[in-house]
């Protein structure tokens, strides 16, 4: 990472930039190539190994807008809905995806979703290297903060879980209450767990920058408030949470300058502007929050954040070198204020959280979280007077208690939290690397000792990095997704059904029999036994499932006993009542033949087959037969 003298600042870090940012794509498209080149004879590719149901959820906006459809309603219920989501990403995915209708929506769809996540990972890193050089950071630190912002992770390799956050056996789990640390299990804290595995996030990473960026800049004037404007209202229309991750940070920002009474009102009012952005996207976001009950339940899904401990392990690296960035100015031990009350405020968050059960409510009500926001923003006064510095610390200080922020979506809220952290690491790391100089010792020893530690600390805090991307691979390689219901490759019989139903004009209502997993302590990467195509329906082909994703769909946990219901040995009547509650236009059957562990009843008395395979037969129900 050495200066190229030959070479000015800006040229140097686009460089740089320009290098890492190829890097990081290529790496990120990896598994994606492995999955095509996988892809067995007549089976499909899912599109995706981490989160594949939520992956549907988007698949099932794009078909609607490949259906010429602009407001978007919920695929995964049956309710009568008004149909007013708007989500312009997905939307113009959609779009793009038109051309490619030919292939069939179930190839399109992946295609473009995942080069789409590619293109915007290779925007991030340039849009962040833009970042780095409008803050005017030191070389090294933009160097070492590009690079721990895109890699940097916490010990979550030291406790790795394949499926899950929870464990048993590993020792180092028992300091976490035998959860593993949020870099284990939670993409959208980190920039490469993202770039693997979702474009949404890779795009509001983009607008958060861009976002920041033109706050900077408006400094200087009116003319970054029209970008940043545009960037602010996208992002409260794609990932509406992260406009609170923003709007917290430039508040601690603004608040360290009104202590010190050196407030640029005229650059207040400027970034203010660009905040306003936000109100008319989140105005129809709370109109449809209003009259729309199924979206209504689905925003009341519980998603809290882990508890501390698995926050804290998940960032220790980063934390632990950028605490040393927030020294203030004086020659004495004053200096060190700044980080003691910082370290102290986490520790007390990471051990007043012993015992608590993150299932089961909020760690913190909003009165001690607006104490812990305090906290750790009162550093912010202690440390240096450097608006540069202090703008990316106002943005990882707020993230620390920012995941706790007492509502059902706080989970949310750790969106590229390792960002900032990436930064101020860098701002540690090179004052540590200050103290291995020697006295007037020769530069060269200095620059070797420099560069060991720059490798240790890269290999610490990027390790988990490499667990994300072996995991990747190991998903592909078993044909099993995070899910663990649903495989990485759909089984052969499945293109024909969604190319069935694909070609049926009009609202349909679709069941399948729930998945059963085919992980067990013997074989822990075990394929699903029975795939759950209840999601893949409903995002290829854009067909109503009645329990199709465990978040999306209202009561989904009875649902889901009714959907095991219709396909189970029951007496007639109560399998008839099941399929009228479900409403089902359309049965997806698994053949008792080949799914021989499973006990089945004979549903050929409630409709046509309409389609045959060797592991799955299309029934449209007759609702004649139900009366």
Request: proline share 7%.
């Amino acid at each position: 990472m050495s200066n190229d003298a030959s070479l000015s600042y800006e040229q140097n870090i686009k460089r740089f930039c320009f290098r890492l940012a190829c890097v990081l794509t290529c790496v990120a498209a990896i598994p994606w190539l492995i999955a095509l080149a996988s892809t067995p004879p007549g089976s499909v590719y899912i599109g995706s190994q981490f989160s594949s149901d939520d992956q549907m959820v988007y698949a099932a906006w794009m078909h609607q807008a490949m259906e010429g459809r602009f407001l978007f309603d919920n695929r995964f219920a049956i309710e009568s809905q008004p149909g007013l989501t708007i989500h312009l990403y997905f939307w113009v995915l959609g779009i793009l995806c038109v051309p490619l209708k030919g292939l069939g929506s179930w190839v399109a769809i992946p295609l473009v979703s995942n080069l789409a996540r590619l293109a915007f990972t290779f925007l991030f890193v340039v849009l962040l290297g833009r970042f780095a050089r409008k803050l005017e950071l030191p070389i090294f630190v933009a160097k070492t903060g590009l690079i721990l912002s895109s890699f940097g992770a916490g010990l979550g390799f030291m406790a790795w879980q394949a499926f899950g956050q929870i464990g048993e056996s590993d020792p180092f789990l028992g300091l976490l209450e035998k959860r593993s640390p949020i870099d284990v299990w939670q993409p959208e804290a980190f920039v490469f767990p993202s770039a693997l595995v979702n474009g949404l996030f890779m795009v509001s990473l983009c607008l958060i920058i861009t976002v920041f960026t033109a706050v900077w800049q408006a400094r200087q004037g009116w003319r970054p408030v029209a970008t940043g404007a545009a960037a602010m209202a996208l992002l409260m229309n794609i990932h509406s949470y992260d406009v609170l991750i923003v709007a917290f940070s430039l508040a601690a920002f603004a608040g360290v300058f009104l202590v010190r009474k050196e407030m640029d009102w005229n650059w207040a009012l400027r970034a203010a502007v660009i905040g306003a952005a936000a109100i008319p996207p989140a105005l129809w976001f709370m109109h449809v929050l209003k009259v729309d009950p199924v979206f209504q339940a689905r925003a009341a899904t519980l998603t809290y954040s882990g508890t501390y401990r698995q926050l804290l392990f998940g960032i220790l690296p980063l934390f632990s070198l950028g605490v040393l960035s927030f020294r203030g100015g004086h020659p004495d031990v004053k200096k060190w204020y700044g980080p003691a009350l910082l370290a102290l405020v986490v520790g007390g968050l990471f051990v007043g959280g012993t015992g608590y059960d993150p299932d089961k409510g909020y760690y913190l009500p909003a009165v001690l979280w607006v104490v812990a926001l305090a906290g750790v923003t009162v550093p912010l006064g202690l440390a240096r007077k450097d608006s540069n510095w202090q703008f990316l610390a106002s943005w990882a200080a707020v993230s620390l208690v920012l995941p706790y922020f007492p509502q059902l979506f706080q989970r949310k809220l750790a969106m590229g939290m390792a960002i900032p952290w990436g930064f101020l690491a860098a701002y540690g790391f090179e004052w540590a690397c200050q103290k291995l100089r020697s006295g007037s010792g020769p530069e060269e020893s200095f620059r070797i000792r420099r560069n060991v530690a720059t490798g240790l600390v890269f290999l610490l805090s990027c390790a988990t990095s490499l667990y994300w991307f072996q995991r990747e691979t190991l998903f592909i390689r078993n044909d099993v997704t995070s899910t663990t219901v649903q495989p990485v490759f759909l089984p052969s019989d499945v293109p024909g059904i969604l190319r069935y139903l694909d070609s049926v004009p009009g609202r349909k209502v679709l069941v399948a029999r729930p998945g059963v997993p085919g992980r067990s302590p013997e074989d822990p990467w075990g394929a699903p036994y029975l795939p759950d195509l209840n999601p893949v329906v409903s995002g290829f082909t854009g067909a109503y499932t009645y329990a199709g994703h465990w978040s999306e769909t209202p009561d989904y946990a009875n649902r889901r006993k009714v959907a095991e219901g219709i396909f189970r040995p029951l007496p007639p009547e109560q399998v008839k009542a099941f399929i009228k509650e479900s409403q089902a236009d359309y049965l997806i059957q698994p053949l008792p033949q080949t799914f021989t562990g499973l006990p089945s009843g004979d549903l050929s008395g409630y409709g046509e087959v309409v389609f045959e395979g060797c592991q799955f037969r299309l029934i449209r129900v007759d609702k004649s037969t139900l009366n």
